[in-house]
Structure formats: C-alpha cells, structure tokens
C-alpha cells in the first residue's frame, strides 16, 4: 500500500489537497455519507487494518477490521444510514481532526497523499478516540480531486478502548 | 461452621413451567466475577493459540489467557511450550514484543537469559551465586498443563485437570469438521483482531451461537447478502438443530444464504468462485464420501467450547475468545482459519467474506456488540428487575438452532461450577 512514483504532470498542489480533506472531514462530521461517497471514482477501495499495522501490510493476506471495494463501500453507506444499523442509531456525534497534510507526488491520473487524524466518536456518556493516518490514492476528474483509495492506519496497538470501526474514521 | 449461602440463585429452571432464568447480578457483581476466575478460568482448558501462528524452530509469540501473561513458543525440540512471562528474579516481563523469532529470551532489567525451554542460560556476575542453589530454581515457569487437539493449543492452570482430549469431548467433532477442510491442513491467517467493548464476558458466550437474534439484530447484514445476490431461505433451511456437546460445549447447526470460501458459492463471486468450489467438494467428496463432505461444504455451525472459545464456521471460519477485564468489561481476540493450499483468489475472497459480517468493522459484530453493551447498561436496573429469560423452545418436542437451548446448556454449566462441582 505504498505511494507510487510520478508518471505525468501533477497540477495540483498541497494546499488543494488539504482543503479537499478538510471537505471531506466536514462531510464525515455531518454524516452526509452520500456526498462522502460521492468523492469517490466507481471502482475505488476503503481500507482500515488491524490497529498498528505498518503500510506494506496486504489485505489478501492479512485479516483487516474493512476491506471495502467499491460495492461494499457503497453498501457500506446505506447500511450506515439505516435505523437497523443499531451501533450507530441513534447516531454517534463524529469530529474528524485532520492535519500534517503531504503530497506525496504523482501525476493528474493517480497521486498520493497523507495525512494524520484524530477522530473522536461520542455517544452514550463515552468519546472514543481513533489516531493514526490516512494514506489517499487521488486523482484528478475534470478539476475535480477524487479519491481512488483510502486506507486508514490506526496507531493503537488494539482497539480495545474503542471496540469497533463503525464510523468511517 | 457453614457458610452462609447467596439466598438468591443463579440460575432457576423450572421444567414443569418451561421456564430457565439467570440472575443478572452475575453480571455486574464483583465477588461473582472473583468466583469465576477461581472456580472457571483456573480450572477450565483455555485456548492459547494454534501451531501455525508459531511453525518455525525459534517462533514465539506473547499472549494474556485467563488474567495471566505467556510466552507460546516453538522450541527447538519441535514441541510447543507456554511459559509464564515473568523473569524468576524479580517478576518483570522477559518477553516484550508480541511475536517474533529468536533463540533466547532476555530480560532487560538484569540481564537475565533464558533459552527457548525456559532454562536460564546467562546472566550477569553468574559466580555470585551460590552453588547450593537446586538447577531449575531460575528458570521460567511453565504452565501447569498444555496440550493441543489438531493444532490448537489449550493451557490449564489446574495441574489436576483431566486431559484436554476428553475435556473437549464431542466438540472434536466440530473441530474435525473445520480442520477436515483441507487435506494440507489449516493455517491462521495472518492478523488478529483485539477489541474490548463494555459488556460482561458470558453474554458473548451467549451471543455467538444465539441463533434467535439473527434477523432483528442483523436485518442490514441481511439486506447486504440479498444485495449481493444470495437467496434467503437458501440450502437446508430446515437444517437446524441445537447439540449438546458434553461438559458444557454446545452448537447449532444450520443451513444458511451466505457462501462459504469452503465451497459454498454465490453469484458475486462469479464462474471462478462457481469452479474452485466445486473442485474443493469433488475433493472432499473424494476424501469423505458425499454425506460428510456436504456437511463440511454447506453446513454452518456456531460453537461455544466451555468456557469462552468460540468456533464459528459461517461465512468464513471465526476462532474468537474473550475473557474479563472487570464485571462490565471484556477484551476479545479473535482470528480466522483458512486452508494451507488455498489459491490466492480463494484466499482473498476468504477474508472478504470474514469482514462483511465479522469483526470490529463487520456490517453485523458491531451491532452485536452494541446490544450487549445495551443488555449492561440495563442491568443496572436489577434491583427492580432483576432475571434474564432464557426460556424459548424449553418444554417443547424438538429444538431448534434459533431455541435457547445452547444457552442453557451453558448455563447449567456455569451453574454447575460456580455452586463448586468439578469436572
């Protein structure tokens, strides 16, 4: 799951790439999980191994907490919206922190990125906290960013205070 | 002089009414939990591990079963050993790192080493040391008892226990069905999930073969595998009976929508999925003949082995145990088994379909474990209302796997143990 090397011209820059993530964050924030999803390209992946995990980690070998491709990401967005997800129902209140945004290079088609979260999820008298950081596969649709992958490593050694991965941290 | 019993029960069955209740102190109250850990997790075989997350000569891994810290390794000898992580000096844990390979253990403060049997090989200014010291005083400490059954590795504190093979009695049974799998034998697949979450340990025990709570708590499980194409009702629906195992062990059997990685397709995985299980059930049918290899390509269990390992072989194969931290409060391991010879496509589609369901990103564990956080939650009205109702299909003719039976049969059990009876 390692950034690859530049092919092409990159037009974009690190503050575009920032302001894209922080976009995103405020749509999590919100639970406009449609909208979310609709950053994705059709075909994209959603990753989070197991806490601790280094990036080479591999998810045909490895049994991760999600390995979505782009159906089960969807199906992941409309299981989350429904009342019979009942771990998120009532809703939980989510504020994701992003910060320490890199380019990480690459060309318009596919470039990659990362950046480090803080994720606290509050519900029922208790805020768990998720720490870690994204590792983004882009790329550029119109002038549009668009996330190709998305691979959320988390740097607890278990998730033994938080118990779960039902938000998209 | 005697002992004042508890005026309240744990548990009340009353056949002739086909009633069954559990006390829902035993959940939150303290002095329970401290019986528990004398009277079940010190007696009982408490799963450690299995021989393939430590194949190699020099393998080890670092593990807490049953409250204490071990080390699992594979010495040099071939056999498979459990040592209490502790040095013989003054206490500290010798093995800090959660697995790797070396030939020898060392613990920092002092300098003390120990190899791969636990004997104590080195250590600094040795000559300061009496001679009369007997050989074996320094070394690590074993575990009373290990012993495996087709790899998986059980350890016993109780030095008096009896044997792991007839502890386990005809849950084997079960187990054989899962590791016959494969002629190559199977392998824990790299990874393991470690999640706590805020519920006494026993109703997890329950939850993992509660067939009644299927359909409410997993209705959006459900919507997902008709979305990927599975027909509800599926093979076998009528399948579906709960066992009693022996010694408090217990399983449901089922038919079920889902595929199975062994070698039960659906439509999403497409002709690839549609061949290479039929290549594994011309296999089994070859090994076992067709009755045993049906079983093993369609059937579902969900297994709870006395007191906290659970065998689930559903839409792929759970391994999970979970033990107490406090009365509220319980920390789950859990791993996945696949075949040794599986392809890579196989392997893949293995652990995809381990996570559409399970585990802490699952689109069903999650919603389990919230319910069980909720069952805490609501026992602290238990003063007013004060009893679980485990009663469904007690009385009638003939159970079924979405009955309570199997919860029963571990609660007899836990009963049994925790009013002082031994194996």
């Known amino acids: ?169 | 002089m005697a002992v004042q019993m508890s005026v309240e029960p744990y548990v009340v069955e009353d056949s002739k009414r086909g009633l069954f209740r559990v006390n829902r102190r035993v959940f939150v109250d303290p002095e329970i939990l401290e019986r528990e850990r004398g009277l079940i997790f010190d007696k009982c075989w408490l799963y450690v591990g299995h021989e393939t997350e430590i194949p190699r000569k020099g393998d080890f891994l670092t593990r807490k079963v049953g409250g204490r810290e071990l080390i699992f390794v594979h010495a040099k000898d071939n056999v498979i050993r459990a040592f209490f992580n502790t040095c013989p000096h003054r206490g500290a844990m010798v093995c800090r790192e959660k697995q790797g390979n070396g030939k020898a253990f060392r613990c920092f403060y002092h300098g003390w080493t120990f190899n791969l049997d636990g004997q104590l090989v080195a250590r600094p200014e040795a000559e300061r040391y009496s001679q009369d010291i007997a050989a074996g005083t320094h070394d690590l400490v074993p575990v009373p008892r290990l012993e495996h059954y087709r790899g998986l590795y059980f350890v016993n504190y109780d030095s008096a226990a009896s044997d792991l093979n007839s502890y386990l009695a005809d849950a084997k049974e079960y187990i054989d069905l899962t590791m016959d799998q494969s002629e190559a034998g199977m392998e824990v697949v790299g990874g393991i999930q470690e999640y706590g979450f805020e519920a006494n340990w026993k109703l997890l025990a329950e939850n993992s073969f509660d067939g009644y709570h299927g359909m409410p708590t997993h209705a959006s499980y459900f919507d997902y595998v008709v979305a990927a194409g599975g027909q509800m009702g599926g093979i076998d629906a009528k399948l579906s009976e709960p066992r009693a195992l022996g010694n408090g062990h217990a399983v449901i059997e089922y038919g079920a929508p889902w595929g199975r990685p062994v070698a039960k397709p659906v439509p999403a995985w497409g002709e690839e999925g549609e061949e290479t299980t039929a290549a594994i059930r011309a296999t089994l049918e070859r090994r076992f003949g067709k009755e045993r290899a049906y079983r093993i390509a369609y059937h579902n269990f969900n297994m709870v082995i006395f007191p906290n390992l659970v065998i689930n072989n559903i839409m792929a194969i759970t391994l999970r145990t979970f033990f107490p931290e406090s009365s509220g409060k319980q920390h789950v391991k859990a791993w996945t088994l696949a075949p040794k010879d599986e392809t890579p496509a196989m392997r893949r589609l293995r652990l995809r379909n381990f996570l559409e369901f399970l585990g802490p990103g699952g689109f069903a564990t999650p919603d389990d474990c919230e319910a069980l956080r909720l069952c805490q939650q609501g026992y602290q009205n238990l003063a007013a209302a004060g009893w679980n109702d485990i009663s469904k299909g007690l009385g009638q003719e003939s159970q079924i796997s979405t009955d309570e039976e199997q919860m029963r049969i571990f609660w007899r059990e836990w009963d049994r143990r925790m009013s002082g009876g031994t194996e």
């Not at chain 1, 740097?155 to 039902?166: C, H, L």
Request: proline letters at 3%; hydrophobic letters at 35%; glycine letters at 8%.
């Open chain 1, 1 to 169: 799951m390692n950034a690859q090397q530049a092919t092409g011209p990159l037009s974009v820059i690190r503050g575009d790439v920032e302001e894209f993530l922080f976009e995103e964050a405020a749509l999590l924030d919100a639970w406009r999980l449609d909208d979310w999803l609709g950053l994705f390209i059709e075909g994209a992946e959603y990753y989070v191994p197991p806490a601790g995990s280094d990036e080479d980690v591999d998810p045909d070998t490895t049994l991760f907490y999600v390995a979505d491709d782009y159906f089960r990401l969807t199906e992941r967005v409309k299981r989350l919206k429904k009342k019979t997800a009942h771990v998120e129902f009532p809703k939980s209140r989510c504020r994701h922190i992003v910060s320490n945004v890199r380019l990480l290079g690459g060309s318009d088609d596919q470039f990659d990125a990362t950046s480090n979260f803080v994720t606290f999820r509050s519900k029922g008298g208790r805020t768990e906290t998720y720490l870690g950081h994204h590792l983004y596969r882009l790329c550029l649709v119109g002038r549009d960013i668009r996330i190709s992958r998305k691979v959320s490593f988390l740097d607890t050694e278990t998730i033994n205070d938080q118990g779960k991965v039902s938000i998209i941290i």
